[in-house]
T-cell receptor, first 113, second 118 residues
């Protein structure tokens, strides 16, 4: 079973920031938080990942709470092309190996004009 | 990033038959995976394709139903055997550990194969 909880769906106005929450209250010390998204009829796309510090890349920002029990993915200026299902996944990382990606149901984000 | 292609992109098959799906990557990768996405559902990991040895299957999936080959670092096949309508899904190939990278942090997915079983 997935170890994360996400809202089923969210709406966001085009041009606004989209803030997608994720709860992972049972996360352990060797687990990272990953975000992927799946646009309709395509394979999932990697967005960002982090351990405990906030992370930012060209696609999004990831804010992880100090206790690591929850996180928020931020799309700073959502466009219609950001409409997709967003998956928050916790994944074991130890030594030189990573655990498998286990997908939950995700959040369906609809960006509206 | 890795460019992943899958063949066929879609197919309609009769029950009781088998279909082999091919996954080709444009660079050598350490890890290759096969996922299933049933209609309206999330992705489920079927197995990890291991080069030179038998695939590692997740709970609920068996080699007789989903035989997997991985002859080299850029290619893998998944066969869906003795198909039934319940096998109608999208099957996705995924890779991690690109040559020259020290970690598997990024995992890339192919476009998927849409299978309909009548």
């Amino acid at each position: 079973d997935a170890k994360t909880t996400q809202p089923t769906s969210m709406d966001c106005a085009e041009g606004r920031a989209a803030n997608l929450p994720c709860n992972h209250s049972t996360i352990s010390g060797n687990e990272y938080v990953y975000w992927y998204r799946q646009i309709h009829s395509q394979g999932p796309q990697y967005i960002i990942h982090g351990l405990k510090n906030n992370e930012t890349n060209e696609m999004a920002s990831l804010i992880i709470t100090e206790d690591r029990k929850s996180s928020t993915l931020i799309l700073p200026h959502a466009t219609l092309r950001d409409t997709a299902v967003y998956y928050c996944i916790v994944r074991v990382v130890y030594g030189g190996s990573q655990g498998n990606l286990i997908f939950g149901k995700g959040t369906k984000l609809s960006v509206k004009p | 990033s890795a460019v992943i292609s899958q063949k066929p992109s879609r197919d309609i098959c009769q029950r009781g038959t088998s279909l082999t799906i091919q996954c080709q990557v444009d660079s050598q990768v350490t890890m290759m995976f096969w996922y299933r996405q049933q209609p309206g559902q999330s992705l489920t990991l079927i197995a990890t394709a291991n080069q030179g040895s038998e695939a590692t299957y997740e709970s609920g999936f068996v080699i007789d139903k989903f035989p997997i080959s991985r002859p080299n670092l850029t290619f893998s096949t998944l066969t869906v055997s003795n198909m039934s309508p319940e096998d109608s899904s999208i099957y996705l190939c995924s890779v991690a550990g690109l040559a020259g990278q020290s970690s598997y942090n990024e995992q890339f997915f192919g476009p998927g194969t849409r299978l309909t079983v009548l």
